[in-house]
């Protein structure tokens, strides 16, 4: 018989799972860094740099303002993480790469491979050997690094080739400069003491990963859980079945989902949580819209890709936390020529505390404005929180 859970209390657990039952520490080092990085199981990557890159903001969303640095020396220099695609590309803690050959070893080509494999023989096998003689490099760093094809995400013959060797995981990511992905082969990169452990079976793999996405989520339906490391949802069906029935995953049943929920057996239910954050549109608490409006009440999308006059309510646009509730969501951009951070729409969500939030976000945007060396925050004019909000912000100011 299935557990029943409360929305609160799944709401709740979803949050400690994240990371948000315990206040911000007062100081932020490495320990800080690689432990929040350990509990999320993943940190994703993505380009848009239009506050800050987004794997940043989820250790500043739980652990406040820190030394950015410290990613790049925890993950590269220390090798606590390593870069692979898990949920997308992503920064992954390095116990858990056993976990992820069986995908490096059943990726199959995709069309721009196999259009460079049939029109240049030996060129994708040359640039591996390459990168085994001169890496840590990029794809521009090869002999003949090729033309690239088409604009923006147009890769050179390089670039693609390196991205295969990546996949299979011959190459891995060395380090990162201005977000750059250097390459190198894996062996130089993932630690002996890693490259060295037994092989775990596909299907054991896979259970484990299910296992770190639905510890790092705490609870969800089996598409959240399977979502988490990009598991296909059907062939892990009877996975889930097997790991219910050893126990190493609770079946639940919670209040106002139309699914059933699996939980983590060490999951907790706080008896209440008072964080308050902003959260990157690739944060993993709010990463799957679905279950951050099932779990949330919070309807979000991202309106990157949705012309200028059809956004509801901006271009990349963060939900606010507060007290373990979304409350409301505000567009920002980091205009760095003028020191400035700009809050440029601004909306609560039905029935809050309008001042309360205001003051409470207009907190929290100075405190990211410190952290990215702005000199100040500007408030825009659109949404229904922008003049309480700017009000916050003036008289915080003096």
Not at 368 to 383: H, P, T
Request: proline residues 6%; without cysteine.
């Amino acid at each position: 018989m299935s557990q029943t859970l409360s929305a609160r209390d799944a709401r709740l657990i979803a949050l400690a799972a994240q990371g948000f039952d315990t206040p911000r520490p007062p100081s932020v080092g490495e320990a800080e860094i690689e432990a929040t990085a350990r509990r999320l199981a993943l940190i994703q990557l993505d380009s848009v740099n239009v506050v800050v890159r987004s794997h940043y903001m989820p250790f500043f969303a739980r652990l406040g303002s820190y030394d950015r640095s410290l990613v790049e020396r925890v993950a590269f220099d220390q090798r606590k993480m390593y870069e692979y695609w898990a949920h997308v590309a992503s920064l992954i803690p390095m116990e858990t790469y056993p976990l992820l050959r069986w995908r490096m070893e059943e990726s199959q080509p995709r069309w721009r491979i196999i259009d460079l494999l049939e029109k240049v023989p030996g060129y994708v096998d040359a640039v591996l050997e390459e990168v085994g003689k001169r890496g840590p490099m990029i794809a521009s760093d090869l002999n003949d690094p090729g033309s690239r094809k088409g604009p923006w995400w147009g890769y050179s013959e390089g670039k693609i080739a390196m991205e295969w060797h990546f996949r299979k995981g011959a190459i891995t990511t060395h380090s990162r400069r201005n977000f750059t992905r250097y390459y190198d082969l894996t062996e130089r990169v993932i630690p002996a003491e890693v490259l060295s452990q037994n092989s775990i079976s596909p299907d054991e793999a896979r259970k484990q990963l299910f296992l770190l996405g639905t510890k790092a989520h705490g609870v969800g339906t089996a598409k959240d859980l399977t979502d988490y490391f990009r598991l296909h949802d059907p062939t892990m069906r009877p996975r889930i079945r097997e790991l219910v029935e050893d126990g190493r995953v609770l079946k639940v049943q919670v209040e106002g989902w139309d699914e059933p929920g699996y939980m983590h057996p060490d999951a907790a239910v706080a008896d209440e949580i008072h964080a308050t954050a902003l959260l990157s549109p690739f944060d993993s608490l709010v990463w799957r819209r679905e279950r951050t409006e099932r779990i949330f009440g919070f309807h979000y999308r991202i309106e990157i890709y949705v012309p200028e006059p059809k956004r509801k309510y901006g271009y990349y646009v963060m939900p606010f936390m507060m007290d373990g509730e979304l409350v409301a969501r505000v567009d920002l951009k980091a205009d760095r020529q003028k020191g400035v951070l700009r809050a440029q729409s601004a909306f609560i969500e039905p029935h809050r505390p309008k001042s309360t939030v205001a003051a409470a976000l207009a907190s929290e945007l100075k405190l990211m404005a410190a952290w990215l060396e702005l000199d100040r925050v500007v408030v825009g004019r659109k949404g229904d929180l922008v003049s309480a909000l700017r009000s916050e912000v003036k008289n915080g100011s003096s």
